[in-house]
């Protein structure tokens, strides 16, 4: 029967939702302040009951909307008949309207109702599965505001973890309603005290801003004053203490999990985050991630939100790998001016008694510096060139890559229990994304890290999104079975150092070591590619010749034994295979582990890549040696006025002009103005090829 009033059918109504009320004491609601497990089996017995009642189609809306106004378009014209007149096309309108539209509405909204409950039971599933009830949790609820959970691991910090939370609690046009910071204090059951009492003081700043007792005594005023400062700023912090003795961090039965350690705090972290969100009734709440020496600029919170209002965007980065700093107030900090600033402080007594570095010398001149500047210079290309080349070699694209690195990293919780390994991988080990993931769900908003050395971005966006290194080198920086020696072989190098310093420590310790960092050999990639044609291609004399650059004549001969079925088994790790070719697989990783400088490996990828350029070293030390010939004095200056005659053949005069200037700005006006001096820089190039750009590394470094 088709009705003339106002009337459709209702919509299931829906039940009431569990007290789970952000930041209500139990005063407040006159109840017992129940615990994240009891609420979310409660939740979980609420959703279930309201899925119980709600419709489940069997078919999508537009189906049946045509199916209903075929029905009622029918209906009215039986009215028609039986009154024996035509009704008005307003009256058609409004059993249209009362039949059909408010019907559909009511479908909608119930269907729209289900998917919501059956995104939260995912990720109740999902926290009931990964996140056991051993675990002790954070007490405090989520407050219902709470958009984006900033998830950082936090390992050997100490009273560095300020560094972080200052900029988290300075974030513009947000409030701090809209984000909380979860930190987890963490090290393994074989820690030592020194990273125990390191996590100690982590915990006590973070005991304090959560109100509870704390021993600051390791906090010198200034730091005091700064932590007071983060705590009335009224930012959310909570803590996850996986440090203590008995509640230290186990990485779960995964190869990686347990040889990366800072994967398994991510995760752990991350579940948490994802069990409160879900217990304030979202489901699609944002995870940010984070390292805990990383500074963020003003906007970042804000940024992070619009972004993830196109509801096409799950995983999103924004992170800045280029050397840059930043200041509180978002003031950017060019690469040279922060190792300018890590050098001021290598001569320093922290830096003298940290395990890591103490055995490695002072620097003793301008000049050592201008080297290590140099070096830096050469590290960060090399990187550059190196990730470009492997990308290519593992067809691996530049959005997937730009994924790569613990920090500036966001996504939604619902993608995040879906793929949690994979996503944690990507970040930590470089892992492949998700097959069921295209790449238009991952967003990178930023500068590409093939532009490393390209001058700032004025792009507002790319500049909020940035996440953004914190100057120093700490002893973590250095593999544990290094500690001894630290950078005795600089092999580690074949890692790119991303925000964690070791880019700026290599350099150092290259330069007072006087030794040339050693990477891996990147040939190795062009010779398995070679020795595999060789044993699929038939053999054939080409293959051959190709393959004598590598190997001598009995490894070929031993190689030609190697069929194209034994080379699948190879790959496969089939243990009989790789026994019965033992002394060629001996060879192939005698060849592959041979550590190779820098610059050989820089000039090998130039030969490979002889139209791409770069900067030219050649220019960028004599702006080096100028700037700190501006700054030295004595027999300091007199040796980097050697080097700048020597090197670039300027005049006695200018050089001694030069010397007396003080300031940046003085220099550049000098130069606009002085003829010599401009034609100097004209006649040396700004960009050159790889295979130019390592011959001249090679004439400027002292090592």
Request: charged residues 35%.
């Amino acid at each position: 029967m088709i009705s003339f009033d106002n009337m459709s059918d209702q919509p299931n109504q829906k039940l009431e939702q569990p007290n789970i009320e952000a930041g209500k004491t139990p005063e407040q609601v006159n109840v017992p302040e129940k615990s994240p497990i009891e609420r979310r089996q409660e939740l979980t017995t609420r959703i279930n009951d309201e899925l119980s009642v709600l419709p489940e189609l069997d078919k999508n809306i537009d189906s049946i909307r045509d199916e209903k106004e075929n029905e009622v378009t029918a209906q009215i014209k039986d009215i028609e008949v039986n009154l024996g007149q035509p009704l008005s096309d307003e009256s058609k309108k409004q059993i249209m309207r009362n039949n059909v539209d408010i019907t559909i509405e009511g479908i909608s909204r119930s269907q729209e109702r289900r998917e919501q409950l059956e995104k939260q039971k995912n990720i109740l599933e999902y926290v009931t599965k990964e996140l056991p009830e051993t675990e002790v949790r954070i007490t405090e609820s989520m407050r219902q505001e709470c958009r984006v959970a900033v998830s950082i691991p936090a390992y050997e910090e100490g009273g560095k973890i300020l560094n972080s939370l200052d900029f988290l609690a300075n974030q513009k046009d947000v409030s701090t309603d809209e984000y909380e910071v979860i930190v987890n204090v963490n090290n393994r059951e074989s820690a030592k005290n020194n990273t125990r009492n390191l996590n100690t003081q982590t915990l006590s700043v973070l005991k304090f801003l959560k109100g509870e007792s704390a021993d600051l005594d390791f906090l010198t005023t200034e730091e005091k004053e700064r932590l007071q400062k983060i705590k009335e700023s009224g930012l959310v912090v909570h803590y996850i203490d996986k440090s203590s003795e008995g509640n230290e961090t186990k990485p779960i039965d995964d190869e990686d999990f347990k040889r990366t350690g800072c994967m398994q705090p991510r995760k752990r972290t991350m579940d948490e985050i994802c069990e409160r969100f879900v217990l304030t009734g979202k489901a699609d709440g944002i995870i940010a991630s984070l390292d805990a020496d990383t500074k963020v600029n003003p906007k970042w919170i804000r940024e992070i939100i619009d972004a993830f209002k196109n509801e096409s965007v799950q995983l999103l980065a924004g992170e800045r790998r280029d050397g840059l700093d930043i200041s509180l107030e978002g003031e950017q900090i060019d690469r040279d001016r922060v190792m300018e600033k890590l050098l001021d402080e290598w001569n320093s007594e922290e830096r003298i008694k940290d395990e890591a570095f103490k055995k490695l010398p002072n620097i003793e001149s301008r000049m050592q510096r201008a080297q290590i500047l140099l070096m830096n210079h050469l590290i960060g290309i090399y990187n550059t060139a190196r990730g470009q080349f492997r990308r290519e070699m593992e067809g691996k694209t530049g959005v997937i890559e730009n994924f790569k690195g613990g920090s500036g990293k966001m996504f939604r919780v619902g993608t995040y229990i879906h793929h949690p390994l994979e996503i944690i991988k990507i970040m930590d080990a470089g892992g492949k994304k998700p097959v069921d993931i295209g790449e238009s769900a991952f967003q990178y908003v930023g500068r590409n890290k093939s532009e490393k050395a390209e001058p700032t971005t004025q792009n507002p966006q790319v500049e909020a999104l940035a996440v953004y290194p914190e100057a120093r080198v700490r002893g973590w920086d250095v593999k544990s079975e290094d500690r001894d020696e630290p950078y005795k072989d600089f092999h580690d190098i074949h890692k790119p150092f991303g925000s964690s310093g070791k880019e700026y420590a290599y350099a150092i310790a290259a330069v007072l070591k006087e030794k040339m960092p050693t990477t891996y050999n990147e040939e190795a990639g062009e010779m398995k590619a070679t020795l595999e044609d060789f044993i699929t291609s038939g053999q054939t004399e080409e293959a051959r010749q190709k393959l004598e650059i590598y190997f001598d004549q009995k490894t070929i001969g031993r190689i030609s034994e190697i069929t194209p079925e034994d080379l699948e088994k190879l790959k496969a790790g089939d243990q009989a295979t790789i026994a019965k070719h033992k002394n060629v697989i001996d060879k192939i990783k005698e060849f592959s582990e041979k550590p190779v400088d820098i610059i050989d490996a820089l000039r090998f990828y130039g030969s490979k890549n002889p139209s791409e350029q770069t900067f030219n070293p050649e220019r960028y030390f004599f702006g080096t040696l100028v700037k700190q010939m501006m700054m030295s004095e004595g027999r300091d200056q007199e040796q980097i006025k050697n080097e700048i005659k020597n090197n670039y053949g300027l005049s006695d005069e200018l050089i001694d002009q030069l010397s007396k200037l003080k300031t940046q700005e003085e220099l550049l006006q000098f130069g606009q103005s002085n003829s010599e001096m401009q034609q100097i820089l004209e006649a040396i190039q700004e960009k050159v090829s790889y295979s130019e750009a390592a011959e001249r590394y090679e004439k400027l470094m002292k090592l």
